[in-house]
């Protein structure tokens, strides 16, 4: 069964670079069948997607994140990790990681596990 | 962009039929896949190409999708189906996902 785990600190002063992990277990980050990702959720709000990693490296980005995000994968660890700079109060919520199952076809993707997602608080 | 749309919140009582509606354009079209999401936990794959149900997810949810709107529909609810249930599509022009604002279910 596949479980992935949060972990990085909880709180991150304002400007600075909140850094998150993701590992994997129960399943190998090269497996060419799905993809890795990070979701967010703002306290009593939606999911909102920052990005996702192949294994190879590749990423794609939330246009909305993409000058601050980065995402990177080390496959000897079976982990991804999340960087987002200059942060702000606004960057304060719930992080997710989870697998990205790729299905049949290209628009056929879905999240499947997620991780139990770690509070980041964003103050001075 | 393309945007999905939830009620924001529905009731119903227990023994009842809920059905939770994702409108976006042409979203027959497309696959759409159905979270769950309970009171301070991370979210669960209830549903997966509009109607299929992963191990361990209950008969009594179901999926269908044709035309505007997907709709998730759970049978016999019961007072631990009270959670937020959020959809989602692939765009595949961008590349990237595409999440519904989430209805937050009430089990009166």
């Known amino acids: 069964q596949v479980q992935l785990q949060e972990s990085g600190p909880g709180l991150v002063k304002p400007s600075q670079t909140l850094s998150l992990t993701c590992t994997v277990s129960?399943?190998?980050?090269?497996?060419?069948?799905?993809?890795w990702s990070w979701i967010r959720q703002h306290p009593g709000k939606g999911l909102e997607w920052i990005g996702y990693?192949?294994?190879?490296?590749?990423?794609f980005y939330n246009p909305a994140l993409k000058s601050r995000v980065a995402i990177s994968v080390d496959t000897s660890k079976n982990q991804f990790s999340l960087n987002v700079t200059s942060v702000t109060a606004a960057d304060s919520a719930v992080y997710y990681c989870a697998t990205i199952t790729l299905g049949r076809y290209s628009t056929s993707r879905w999240f499947d596990p997620w991780g139990r997602g770690t509070l980041v608080t964003v103050s001075s | 962009s393309y945007v999905l749309t939830q009620p924001p919140s529905m009731s119903v009582a227990p023994g009842q039929t809920a059905s939770i509606t994702c409108g976006g354009n042409n979203i027959g079209g497309r696959t759409v896949h159905w979270y769950r999401q309970k009171s301070g936990q991370a979210p669960v794959l209830v549903i997966y190409y509009d109607s299929d149900r992963p191990s361990g997810i209950p008969e009594r949810f179901s999926g269908s999708n044709s035309g505007s709107t997907a709709t998730l529909t759970i049978s016999r609810v019961e007072a631990g189906d009270e959670a937020d249930y959020f959809c989602?599509?692939?765009?595949?022009?961008?590349?990237?996902?595409?999440f519904g604002g989430g209805t937050k279910l009430t089990v009166l």
């Open positions: 989602q599509v692939w765009d595949s022009l961008s590349d990237h996902p595409i």
């Open positions: 990693i192949f294994y190879s490296g590749t990423a």
């Open positions: 129960g399943d190998s980050i090269s497996n060419p069948n799905h993809y």
